[in-house]
């Protein structure tokens, strides 16, 4: 039996991210089946790959007993309260990317993740392809092989892009990894 999924304000909609998946195992936590399973990254010293149900994330227990986190680092604002990297890193599902997956903090509260993005997805969202050309200009490319990486983002492959939006003022924002 399938139950409705919790909320994550966070990760607005995991199942289309992929970090939930449909799945009629039970979780090692909770050992309930309720037909899906978390199957993004998680840190811990324990093999908990696809053994997680998303019930366990958002009522912390998870992280609680396994002393989980589901994002590997963070991006942007650093002003942000630590209940609310708490709730990011041991209360929210992940994702997974070809690097270390970042989790952008912007306005002092963690932006919501949308999911990943090539250059279509990216052109309606001007302010996060401003982010990324900062990100690329950064590791010292100069302005055509930047433009090149970015028109060159695959949704489905690599390079791609991982889309967040602002909770607070709807910005977007991105990063951008290939392995």
């Known amino acids: 039996m399938t139950h409705p999924l919790p ?5 607005p909609d995991p199942v289309a991210t992929g970090a939930v998946v449909p799945s009629e195992e039970g979780c090692v936590r909770c050992g309930q089946a309720r037909g899906f399973l978390y199957s993004g990254p998680v840190y811990t010293g324990e093999n908990l790959d696809d053994r997680l149900c998303p019930w366990c994330i ?3 227990s998870a992280a609680e007993r396994y002393d989980a986190h589901f994002t590997g680092g963070f991006l942007g604002d650093r ?3 630590a209940s609310v990297r708490e709730a990011v890193d041991r209360r929210t599902p ?3 990317a070809w690097q270390e997956p970042q989790w952008f903090f912007h306005c002092g509260d963690g932006a919501a993740f949308l999911g990943c993005v090539g ?4 052109a309606d969202h001007p302010e996060a392809i401003q982010v990324l050309r900062e990100e690329a200009g950064d590791w010292g490319w100069p302005a055509d ?3 090149h990486y970015l028109a ?7 390079p791609t892009a991982y889309l967040f939006r602002c909770r607070v003022c709807g910005t977007h924002l991105a990063f951008s990894d290939f392995s």
């Not at 909320?7 to 990760?11: G, R, S, T, V």
């Not at 250059?119 to 990216?122: D, Q």
């Open 79 to 81: 002003n942000v309260d």
């Open 58 to 60: 958002a009522d912390g």
């Open 94 to 96: 992940g994702f997974s």
């Open 145 to 147: 092989q930047v433009e």
């Open 7 to 11: 909320h994550f304000p966070y990760h």
């Open 152 to 158: 060159s983002l695959d949704k489905d492959g690599e």
């Open 119 to 122: 250059a279509a997805e990216l």
